[in-house]
């Protein structure tokens, strides 16, 4: 049977914990890329008031959030659609869709050809690569597969990659191929410096073949909760209504996304903790030879081991010895063994991730000149 692919992603605690008898409360977890700041203060006052929530169903239509985030991004009530996390929403747009052929840059996250593969579409994988320090160029096989695809999921700023396409650059693809549906996943945008500069949220009022992503989780720290948007043209937004499911999120979610939306403190601190940290994690993988990291504007860098006997797999394994997670990138298309995908956390966290990888680094050069 032809399977749409295996679940593989970062933040599988639980797995790794049990498999070597640990506590997953005790690992330092790299391997997802997750704000370290949160969860905000307000989440925690929802939660202490959440019982009167699990009693009454939660507003299938989310209408009071869908409100405050309508107000907040300056677009239609009646073009943002609230789903349980990004993921339920790129499922329900390749569903809704039944797009035959489904355009995907990458490498990317990878549930969008998972999506793609469930509706029962073919899928394109359009490359960058590490030449171009995986920035895209709309090359001549790029135009020629858009212009067959009705559907293209493009993630900015792109997981594992960390690279940035500017609003520009989205504009020119948006308009360049007014019969595909551009789905542009903004699930790691809130981290830029300046997100509005880069949003493509203001096009959805003037571009019906537009749809925007946005996720709450990895921002407000809260995966374990799911909260995440579509925004696009009122047509289409009741368009994929018509395909989702009642109730998927819950009371306490919509609770907490609606004060969320109100947050301004954490999303500064945050601004301002993230460029110091990554750079300071950056300064000391480039110290360690072997290692590359990737120019990354997000709070994940994808490093390149070029190191004779090293790769992910096998970091990945000692580093757990260490209770350290991180993320094997070699299952991302397009991406081999040879990266790993590495979470910007808090000083100490990262202190103890770069001590480790340097001792690693260190018994692994001893061992090969031992064998010389
Ligand atoms: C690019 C990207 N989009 C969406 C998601 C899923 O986010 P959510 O938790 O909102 O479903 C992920 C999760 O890793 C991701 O990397």
Redesign the pocket.
């Given at each position: 049977m032809n399977t749409p692919g295996r679940f593989v992603?970062?933040g599988d605690l639980q797995r790794l914990a049990a498999e070597r008898r640990l506590d997953p409360r005790d690992l330092i977890d790299f391997s997802?890329?997750i704000n370290p700041l949160g969860p905000p203060p307000v989440v925690q006052q929802v939660l202490a008031n959440a019982l009167e929530l699990v009693k009454v169903y939660p507003d299938s239509n989310s209408r009071a959030l869908r409100h405050k985030l309508a107000q907040a991004w300056s677009v239609p009530e009646a073009s943002v659609l609230v789903g349980?996390?990004?993921?339920?929403l790129?499922f329900l747009i390749a569903r809704a869709m039944k797009s035959h052929t489904v355009a995907i840059f990458g490498p990317?996250?990878s549930?969008y050809e998972r999506a793609a593969k469930m509706a029962g579409a073919h899928v394109e994988h359009l490359l960058s690569t590490a030449e171009t320090n995986f920035s895209w160029n709309l090359t001549d096989h790029a135009k020629r597969v858009l212009a067959q695809s009705p559907l293209c999921f493009l993630?900015n700023p792109?997981?594992p990659t960390g690279a940035v396409i500017s609003r520009e650059q989205s504009l020119r693809l948006v308009e360049s191929f007014p019969q595909t549906l551009f789905v542009v996943?903004e699930?790691?945008l809130d981290f830029l410096p300046d997100p509005g500069e880069v949003s493509m949220l203001p096009y959805t009022k003037t571009h019906s073949n537009l749809l925007v992503?946005r996720?709450?989780?990895?921002f407000y720290s809260i995966?374990g909760l799911?909260?995440?948007m579509v925004v696009g043209d009122p047509r289409r937004i009741r368009f994929l209504e018509a395909y989702k499911e009642p109730w998927t999120v819950n009371g306490i979610a919509l609770a907490i996304g609606e004060r969320l939306v109100e947050e301004k403190a954490f999303g500064a601190s945050t601004r301002a903790w993230l460029p110091l940290q990554r750079a300071s994690l950056v300064a000391a993988l480039k110290e360690m030879v072997g290692l590359t990291p990737i120019p990354s504007e997000a709070n994940f860098v994808l490093v390149k081991i070029d190191r004779c006997g090293i790769h992910a797999p096998w970091l990945q394994e000692c580093l757990l010895r260490e209770k350290i997670v991180i993320r094997d990138a070699s299952n991302f298309e397009g991406l081999d063994p040879s990266y790993m995908r590495l979470a910007v956390k808090n000083s100490l966290q990262n202190e103890i991730l770069v001590t480790a990888l340097r001792q690693l680094l260190a018994s692994s050069h001893e061992l090969s000149t031992l064998g010389q």
């Open positions: 992603h970062g997802s890329s349980n996390g990004t993921t339920e790129i990317t996250f549930e993630c792109n997981n996943d699930a790691f992503l996720s709450f989780t990895k995966p799911r909260l995440g």
